[in-house]
T-cell receptor, first 115, second 113 residues
Framework: EAGVVQSPRYKIIEKKQPVAFWCNPI?????LYWYLQNLGQGPELLIR????????DSQLPKDRFSAERLKGVDSTLKIQPAELGDSAVYLC?????????????FGPGTRLTVL | KQEVTQIPAALSVPEGENLVLNCSFT??????LQWFRQDPGKGLTSLLL?????REQTSGRLNASLDKSSGRSTLYIAASQPGDSATYLC????????????FGQGTELSVKP
């Protein structure tokens, strides 16, 4: 069974440019998470989806970040415009449901470098 | 607000040594605690998950303990190998629906041949 797929794996852009990350969760998983991991830190939740509904986006900087999960499967996270401080790894995870007993499975992440 | 702290931030040991990684959390109202491994450029791999009612979990050379009342967990690695070199993260999950994981900052382990 395929795991969580993310693309691209690496992205280098100049500041003020837009960027988008894509995530394909494990088949059948209703809950999808986007995490931000800064260098030397643990991941922090940006947004959680239950099917196509964003149910926890309290940590998402809405002035420049946006996300969508059309049809409740794949998801896209966008930054526009990117800032130097956005350089980090963006991790996607999925689980069967959002219940605390369900294991979250993580993708390999997208490493963003903003110059 | 739940906060998770891991000590030490980095650890270097010779091959064959037994070692302990520490994790502490401020709010004891957790559902479970999980230890992850992260290799450079890779995602997170779950190693052990301890439910709040459990005291420890074991998998091969790994043993994780949980003392919920004191807000502490340890990950014990026996007979360390160079292949164990990675960053180890602990994360706690609260009782509420949503499964939000709160991570520590990780311990970077290097096992020298």
């Amino acid at each position: 069974e395929a795991g969580v797929v993310q693309s691209p794996r690496y992205k280098i852009i100049e500041k003020k440019q837009p960027v988008a990350f894509w995530c394909n969760p494990i088949s059948g998983h209703n809950t999808l998470y986007w995490y931000l991991q800064n260098l030397g830190q643990g991941p922090e939740l940006l947004i959680r989806y239950e099917n196509e509904e964003a149910v926890d986006d309290s940590q998402l900087p809405k002035d420049r970040f946006s996300a969508e999960r059309l049809k409740g499967v794949d998801s896209t996270l966008k930054i526009q415009p990117a800032e130097l401080g956005d350089s980090a790894v963006y991790l996607c995870a999925s689980s069967l449901t959002g219940q605390p007993w369900d294991t979250q499975y993580f993708g390999p992440g997208t490493r963003l470098t903003v110059l | 607000k739940q906060e998770v702290t891991q000590i030490p931030a980095a650890l270097s040991v010779p091959e064959g040594e037994n070692l302990v990684l520490n994790c502490s959390f401020t709010d004891s109202a957790i559902y479970n605690l999980q230890w992850f491994r992260q290799d450079p450029g890779k995602g997170l791999t779950s190693l052990l998950l301890i439910q709040s009612s459990q005291r420890e979990q074991t998998s091969g050379r790994l043993n994780a303990s949980l003392d919920k009342s004191s807000g502490r967990s340890t990950l014990y690695i026996a007979a360390s190998q160079p292949g164990d070199s990675a960053t180890y993260l602990c994360a706690v999950r609260g009782d509420n629906q949503g499964g939000k994981l709160i991570f520590g900052q990780g311990t970077e382990l290097s096992v020298k041949p």
